[in-house]
């Protein structure tokens, strides 16, 4: 792991400044604790980091919890009796893990990985835009089409205009353009450019055109437009920032309901990030995704315990941390110590930092994650490929991250179906006879379930009287006894319309068989 720690490194501290406003924002909108989205994202970086077998996800505080954290604080009766519901998910996680539910992980299609990713990246441009120029009427890190300001995406796009904080989006420009050049022109000339990041170098900016021009009436940038980590007044005060559960409240139903809800939710969410992390990994690493359930279960455990939100790992760091070169989890453990490091070392100068700044690196990594040519070779791919991952993509940045996948996975089951109802047997007709009977051969697929059922139905309705029809299962390893009932039925319509059938099996030629269910119950397929 240490071997890579040039590359790690300095992917770490770009994933760092990608995740102290994530943190942050994402503990604002849950209406939680400031310093609760720090402890998540210290967690997720050095504990989760630590136990995951996944090289390049990253794990903290994920924005699709959000509104289920903002509704569980309410109705649980106070911040205390949430964490309790942390600690419990984590356990239920740990459950997960021994049940090897993770293999669920492998069963999201691609187009629909694609489409989150895409989505994603969408999402976060439109999302970061109205902070790029300074309105930072929305919390950082939010994913939800509907806003908690009341407005929505686009109303926000267009209410920019008159909400243009001019030190802020001065800033944002410069430090957009030196991430460019970086990336463009200075990576490609020499190590010292990948040691030391763009993102680096337009964070200090940001800090010193802050300190120069906060006295300036016309550029200097207002508190509610920096970073806002909380500064303890002295080391009681800061550990008065971590809370603990109320374990007496254990016995509350209530309790346990949002702890299934949060542990379902966040390994689903998991589960899609390793998924998507491992899709950009350019060497194509595969995480254990068992493993990374008893992970996530132990982190949400610990940051129960000490005050907390709930932990799953997100695209957004992990496609972050890969854009800056990072090459095993050591630059996700790195990132967790840095924000364990700077809280305690230094707040005050982190809320120097503009969040204008930090939108420009995070609008670099949406677009990374959504170039304009990925929808091109999905179309290319055919609608199957395509419809599925248009959907994912207009769902996420319509409602949000959730619902977005879920009607990706619906419209892929879909398209599974369909194609299923298309590909169940093959009708030939292959010649008619002087005396006018048409000869028939239906050859079934390998595998005929249920779904089959009516495009078998309507190929047998359509079999004209006086027919000879020959019936192939010698290629058929499993028949649904859905379909073997429809054989059942067809033959007595059969007889009644003159339709001699053979039947061809490896167990040899039967004509006109008298029951198609006995047939199959006393010798099976194997």
Request: proline share 4%.
């Amino acid at each position: 792991m240490f071997k890579t720690l040039k590359n790690d490194l300095p992917a770490s501290v770009v994933v760092f400044f990608v995740a102290l406003p994530l943190c942050l924002g994402i503990a604002l909108a849950s209406g939680a604790p400031l310093f609760s989205g720090l402890i998540a994202g210290i967690v997720g970086g050095v504990v989760v980091g630590s136990l995951s077998g996944s090289k390049l996800g990253v794990s903290g505080p994920a924005a699709g919890l959000a509104a289920i954290v903002l509704t569980a604080i309410g109705s649980l009766d106070g911040y205390s009796n949430f964490l309790l519901a942390v600690v419990l998910a984590g356990i239920i996680q740990l459950i997960f893990g021994v049940l090897k539910a993770g293999i669920i992980g492998y069963y999201f299609p691609s187009s629909v990985i694609k489409g989150m990713l895409t989505g994603i990246g969408i999402i976060i441009i439109l999302k970061q835009i109205p902070h790029f120029f300074g309105y930072d009427a929305e919390a950082e890190g939010a994913d939800s089409f509907i806003e908690k300001s009341g407005e929505n995406t686009f109303s926000a796009l267009a209410n920019i205009s008159d909400n243009i904080i001019l030190g802020s989006l001065i800033i944002g420009l410069v430090g957009l353009g030196i991430l460019l050049l970086w990336d463009k022109v200075l990576s490609k000339k020499g190590k010292v450019f990948h040691i030391i990041q763009g993102p680096l170098v337009a964070v200090v900016l940001g800090i010193i055109f802050y300190a120069v021009t906060k006295d300036d009436s016309t550029l200097n940038i207002a508190q509610s437009h920096l970073v806002s980590v909380p500064v303890p007044d002295s080391f009681d005060s800061f550990l008065g920032q971590f809370s603990t559960p109320n374990f007496s409240a254990i016995v509350n139903p209530q309790i346990w309901i949002v702890a299934f809800t949060i542990a379902l939710v966040a390994s689903l969410e998991t589960l899609l990030s390793v998924e998507a992390s491992d899709k950009l990994d350019p060497e194509k690493n595969v995480t254990p995704t068992n493993r990374e359930l008893f992970a996530q279960g132990a982190g949400n455990i610990l940051s129960g315990l000490i005050g907390g939100l709930p932990i799953t790992q997100v695209v957004v760091r992990s496609s972050a941390n890969v854009q800056s070169g990072g090459k095993s989890k050591l630059s996700t453990i790195i990132h967790g110590f840095l924000l364990l490091i700077s809280v305690i070392v230094i707040p005050t100068l982190l809320n120097m930092i503009p969040l204008s700044v930090l939108a420009a690196i995070l609008l670099i990594v949406g677009y990374k994650l959504a170039k304009p040519s990925l929808f091109l070779q999905m179309y290319k791919l055919g609608w199957k490929q395509f419809l599925p991952f248009i959907v994912t993509v207009a769902g996420i940045v319509f409602a949000d991250l959730l619902k977005g996948i879920t009607l990706g996975l619906v419209v892929g089951i879909i398209v599974i179906l369909v194609k299923s109802y298309q590909n169940s047997h093959f009708l030939n007709s292959e010649e008619v006879s002087n005396n006018g009977v048409s000869k028939l051969k239906l050859t079934l697929a390998e595998e005929v379930t249920f779904f089959n059922k009516g495009a078998i139905l309507k190929e047998l309705e359509s079999i004209p009287e006086n027919s000879y029809l020959e019936i192939d299962v010698r290629r058929t390893r499993y028949l649904d006894n859905d379909i073997i009932e429809i054989l059942d039925d067809f033959a007595i319509k059969a007889h009644a319309r003159n339709i001699n059938i053979t039947l061809i099996s490896e167990r040899g030629i039967v004509e006109n068989p008298p029951s198609y269910i006995e047939f199959f119950k006393l010798a099976p397929l194997k």
